[in-house]
């Protein structure tokens, strides 16, 4: 039976002050040292080691506006990409309420690009089994960095508008084993909104 890997709470993600100065601290260091490790679970937030959020304020000269308009950023979460903390927040609901176990299931990921990327990494993160399913026309960068998260990708007709093509192999998958699989929709799971 594989351990649970388990990360911050959606209050410490929120808040992330409120993570054990000691694994924050670690995790922290952990970002470049070793992108890999699980700690690293404890980075998907939108704030930095000094609590500062991730944002930037566009000038007026650019927007056109008097008001501000202001832009958060996530290519400083794990996979350079929010959607890391989505996949995590679907994965942790399931965990805890005891829907899914790395030691039995397998995680399908059906995807475009950075909402598998960030299933692949989370998921491996956690020890699950993980598979993405993306069109095979999507750049190779993405297929090596999923695969380098050490995720299995399988590669469906298309290019990013063949979203069907992604969710009927995913159903083919989830028929051939209905035990053992379990698809983590982005559309239909609701940590997915949560994080958002």
């Avoid at 054990?20 to 922290?28: G, H, S, V």
């Avoid at 704030?47 to 304020?57: H, K, S, T």
Wanted: hydrophobic letters at 35%; charged letters at 30%; one cysteine or more.
């Amino acid at each position: 039976m594989k351990k649970f890997v388990l990360g911050p709470s959606f209050e410490e993600m929120l808040h992330p002050e409120k993570i054990d100065p000691k694994i924050r601290k670690k995790a922290w260091e952990m970002r470049t040292k070793d992108p890999l490790d699980p700690i690293n679970l404890f980075n998907i937030s939108w704030r930095n080691i000094d609590n500062e959020i991730y944002y930037v304020v566009l000038p007026k000269e650019l927007t056109g506006v008097d008001a501000n308009i202001i832009v958060l950023y996530g290519k400083e979460f794990p996979t350079g990409s929010h959607k890391v903390g989505a996949t995590y927040s679907i994965l942790m609901e399931k965990v805890l309420k005891g829907e899914i176990d790395p030691s039995y299931h397998t995680l399908v990921w059906p995807s475009t690009g950075n909402y598998g990327i960030g299933g692949a990494w989370v998921g491996c993160r956690m020890k699950f089994d993980t598979i993405v399913i993306l069109p095979e026309e999507m750049s190779q960068e993405r297929f090596d960095i999923i695969e380098g998260y050490g995720a299995r990708v399988i590669a469906t007709p298309g290019c990013e508008s063949n979203v069907k093509e992604i969710y009927d192999k995913a159903k083919e998958l989830k028929a051939e084993n209905p035990d053992k699989i379990r698809i983590l929709n982005q559309f239909s799971e609701f940590g997915n909104y949560r994080f958002h």
